[in-house]
């Protein structure tokens, strides 16, 4: 929830998660419309058929009049089904358009809000955002489950978009349709058309592969999945382990019920343009048409072949799905010490096959071994000659490491002159804690000294003291909750 102690960055985000996934007065988010969606689906269904027999069945009566005047009554009713009938439909359309628009504009919202003029300014931008989200998540308390929840969405879209770009750019995408709109130059330039918002890329593949991880789950807010989720009380937890004879077919179902939402509850935009009954108009909806169904068709197959992926596209989903579970998990049992392995186990799917080698590859060149908004414990560089004495916090808040395990950080506290707070430096292994050989050298450090730095931490912070005084990480939510601390970037 966006609060006035969140500089404005914070709160573009805290809104952006509000829209997609939070519970409001009015049922207005993204998820809220698919759960009133799929609770009236076949209600609405039903009432189109009827109203479809009562005008087969009226039509049927005119036929059979057996005079002018039962023949001119006989076709009063029939006009009247036929306008409930349009009426109905309609009004269905209208609803189904308004949930359509309501989705690009945050698929806009968030094109917007993590990428630039360049392929630098989109890093960082989109650096703001992984960061930003992770450290509104709590990390322990009973909110964490569903604050992760809330948050992935986002997270998914915004770093789908970072690897689909890799894997543009390493030439493994195999999609020509997606290809053919890809050019390095032009990639985050402005729109050629001055009164459009998005680029070309932005509209026809960017767009619609956001879509696609927003949607990913979208299933999951039907009343049946709902129901095994939470029991027909309401009693269970949501986020509890499942059996795999319950969680196979949940999978299965959420995917049938996501499919059916895209095609039956989203669809296509409509051409607004008023007919004038010209030649240019019918080439102007045909090529409207023509993008709609396109774009349409790629969120579609994005969403099918994520379920087991052969090529590059699919496997953007997949990857990045496999990655935010971890990253954001939602397990009983959340852990903050195994965020680093969460490439490595995108790694682990590749190598058995669940995902495309170079999306997992190129998932490690954007994010390495420390997501954003990690806390890394760092010792000084010439530890290794000596017993160390002191120890920093630095914040990792950059995409793209040279080495994998080697973040791009922010420091937060100062370790020495060469290492000052709100300096941003690269992340040594040899320095950093998360590390066996290093946390062992520091080991040997007198536990007073141990905890004399940890209370000068704690007091410069102006937070409770680290519960160990040897930390391998530590948990930035509580320094990065005051709005004077939430820009972790270079100006």
């Not at 069945?57 to 009247?80: G, P, T, V, Y």
């Not at 379920?307 to 699919?314: D, N, V």
């Not at 190598?351 to 890394?376: C, E």
Request: with cysteine.
């Amino acid at each position: 929830m966006t609060t006035p102690s969140d500089n404005a960055f914070t709160q573009s985000v805290n809104a952006l998660v509000a829209k997609i996934n939070a519970a409001t007065q009015t049922k207005s988010s993204l998820f809220e419309q698919a759960e009133i969606y799929f609770q009236g689906a076949q209600s609405q269904q039903r009432v189109i058929q009827q109203l479809t027999r009562v005008v087969k069945e009226k039509h049927k009566d005119l036929d059979s009049a057996k005079n002018d005047i039962q023949k001119n009554h006989l076709r009063e009713l029939h006009n009247n089904a036929k306008k409930e009938l349009k009426d109905e439909t309609v009004k269905q359309a209208r609803q189904r358009y308004a949930r359509l628009k309501y989705l690009n504009q945050i698929c806009t919202d968030i094109i917007q809000l993590c990428e630039g003029r360049d392929w630098q300014e989109t890093q960082q931008k989109s650096a703001k955002v992984l960061t930003t989200l992770l450290l509104l998540c709590p990390h322990e308390g009973n909110n964490v489950a569903p604050a992760h929840q809330r948050c992935k969405p986002l997270y998914k879209a915004v770093l789908s978009l970072r690897l689909l770009d890799q894997l543009l750019t390493s030439e493994d995408v195999e999609n020509q349709y997606v290809v053919s709109r890809f050019h390095s130059s032009s990639r985050f330039s402005a729109p050629s058309n001055k009164s459009a918002v998005l680029n070309l890329f932005q509209r026809d593949v960017a767009r619609p592969l956001v879509s696609a991880a927003l949607l990913q789950d979208i299933g999951m807010q039907h009343p049946e999945i709902q129901r095994l989720l939470k029991g027909s009380d309401g009693s269970f937890n949501p986020f509890r382990v499942l059996e795999k004879d319950v969680r196979i077919p949940l999978l299965i179902m959420n995917h049938e019920q996501t499919m059916d939402y895209v095609s039956l509850g989203l669809g296509t935009e409509e051409y607004d343009e008023e007919n004038d009954d010209s030649p240019e108009y019918v080439q102007r909806k045909a090529h409207f048409d023509k993008n709609e169904n396109n774009r349409y068709r790629l969120t579609q197959s994005m969403l099918n072949d994520a379920i087991k992926p052969k090529e590059a596209l699919g496997s953007t989903l997949k990857a990045v799905q496999i990655y935010t579970s971890i990253v954001l998990s939602t397990k009983p049992k959340f852990n903050v010490a195994d965020l680093p392995k969460a490439s490595k186990v995108v790694l682990h799917s590749a190598q058995k096959g669940a995902l495309t080698l170079s999306s997992a590859n190129g998932l490690l060149k954007i994010v390495g071994h420390f997501p954003m908004g990690y806390g890394v414990v760092f010792g000084p560089a010439d530890a290794q000659s000596m017993v160390p004495t002191n120890y920093a916090y630095a914040v990792v808040n950059t995409l793209n490491p040279k080495h994998a395990n080697e973040p791009h950080c922010r420091i937060i506290t100062t370790l020495d002159t060469h290492h000052r707070t709100g300096k941003q430096f690269t992340l040594p292994q040899q320095q950093n804690l998360y590390f066996e050989p290093v946390y062992q050298l520091f080991s040997k450090t007198p536990a007073a000294t141990l905890k004399a730095v940890a209370e000068k931490i704690a007091t410069t912070l102006d937070q409770p003291k680290n519960q160990e005084t040897l930390p391998t990480y530590w948990t930035v939510q509580g320094y990065f909750h005051f709005k004077k601390q939430q820009n972790l970037w270079p100006q």
